[in-house]
């Protein structure tokens, strides 16, 4: 059995105008297979990818922002957002999806995924990975 | 002049430098990832409030829907059109100026 590493998915971009964020969700889920230590991180424009109320029926788009709530059964609940970058943008913690998951070793107690950082605390985080991806 | 943006004001010059070539009386058109541009409270709003003054501002609504931004997170002022008012906006004009 190889080692556990930590990965870092970063993601930078908006989601609707690129196609980063619909293919570095993919990725992520996708790799969640791979049993590794993941966690997500939401910098810049992509912590407008955790936008509440995201409705694309008259932009002609998919919306694939309910994926994200998928991320919580996959194991991956560590979403790091940095706060600068929200407060930047005029938004705030509660502007974002309410994102949870449960937490087998407390009796399936249903925890926030969503943790806002500082972007010295991100830094740090930054530090700490083993891998990191960029989306 | 009809302008067109379609890149957030984070990640691009495009509304700055769209904003800084306008004449007073045209009409800014803000689409796709552009509608960003339209927040209220944000590290960018002050160009805007500032180009309010002398030009028309408007967001594309079902482009503001898709990224979950309802009109009251708008810049006073910022109108929002649908794809109606776009090709209104279009006519209206005798030149449509997208800046990429």
Redesign the interface.
Known sequence: MSETKKFMYINR??????VYAHEGLEVVLIGAAFEQDVCMAFI??GV?QL???????????K?F?PAYRALGDYEVNKLYVERESLQ???LSEA?LMPLTWEDEDDDWAEKPSIRVVSRAEMSDLLEEQDVILNF | MLHTV???P??SSSLRTCLALARAGSDILLI??GV?GG?????H?TMVEDALKSMKVYAL???L??????ED?LIPGVQVV?YDGFVDLASANDKVQSWL
């Open positions: 971009h908006a989601p609707h105008g690129t810049g424009d407008f936008k509440q109320d995201q409705d694309t029926s008259e932009a002609g788009m919306n922002s930047e943008r005029g502007d | 379609n890149k957030s984070f990640e796709e990832d960003y927040l209220a409270g944000s590290a709003s609504g079902p482009d829907k898709a990224r979950g931004l309802a997170r649908g």
